[in-house]
């Protein structure tokens, strides 16, 4: 079985894979003070939760963009799984071209969403990534990714805006009742859900004149189901297209 571990600026999620099937996932808080030992005490509580066991995992493959953590997850894949992890660069054989001015640059999130996007659908197609900032990757036609734009994540913008501004209250990502709120949360509520819509598809727009107007699009990351469906360009949603493309990597590799 295979551990797939994508280490997030917010989030470390984790997927079990036998063979192709999902198995199992999990989402836990990124925390860069933390030891090997004490992240395999939390991965084991959770195998133990859903009935796996350590000794099951035969390869771990790891994707961050928190690089503080990557020396603490190989040594914990080291001492707990007894084997070496395969890590995500630019240097892995994906299936894509990554036609980028400097290929070190690209996150390792992005490099495995276009990779698995690209496979599952073919090109062109842009992926929206809602994570902690939100992310747009083009891959063209032929399976080559062009770069894309970075946006400032839903719950950054939610935080600053509460943090500026003295009169604002902190609010619960839910989708209002109306675009015109009648009281300060719903309204605010409305400008970040309808806003951060209104910019994926402006992006979106853009970029589909620059890669084709008849790119695919889809979404994924933490808050894609909460914003996707207020979009007019975003077609599918796939909540775990990060895991798949960490799947998909490790068998191109090995």
């Not at 571990?5 to 003070?33: M, Y």
């Not at 913008?157 to 015109?180: C, D």
């Not at 695919?216 to 775990?240: D, M, N, Q, Y």
Request: net charge neutral; hydrophobic share 45%.
């Amino acid at each position: 079985m295979l551990l797939a571990i994508d280490i997030g600026n917010s989030n470390v999620v984790l997927g079990v894979f036998d063979k192709e099937r999902l198995v199992e996932n999990w989402r836990v808080g990124t925390k860069t003070q933390i030891t090997p030992d004490e992240y395999a005490m939390v991965f084991k509580d959770l195998f133990n939760f859903a009935g796996l066991d350590f000794s099951r995992i035969d390869g771990v493959i790891i994707s961050t963009v928190v690089p503080p953590l990557l020396p603490v997850m190989a040594e914990m894949s080291r001492k707990y799984f007894r084997m070496e992890p395969l890590v995500v660069t630019h240097e892995l054989k994906t299936g894509i071209t990554l036609r980028y001015d400097n290929p070190k640059e690209i996150g390792a999130d992005r490099i495995v969403n276009a990779a698995a996007a690209y496979r599952l659908y073919g090109g062109p197609i842009i992926i929206v990534d809602f994570g902690t900032a939100t992310t747009f990757c083009a891959v063209t036609k032929s399976g080559e990714y062009l770069g894309g734009a970075i946006a400032p994540g839903v719950k950054i913008s939610a935080e600053a805006l509460f943090q500026r501004a003295a009169k604002l209250p902190r609010v619960e990502l839910t989708k209002p009742r109306s675009v015109i709120g009648s009281d300060t949360i719903s309204a605010m509520q409305a400008g970040i859900i309808y806003g951060y819509a209104g910019l994926v598809d402006g992006l979106v727009e853009r970029m589909k004149k620059e890669l084709s107007p008849e790119a695919k699009v889809i979404a994924t990351g933490g808050l894609a189901e909460l914003v996707a469906p207020e979009t007019r360009s975003i077609k599918e949603v796939k909540p775990h297209l990060t895991l798949e493309g960490l799947r998909l990597l490790f068998e191109i590799n090995h």
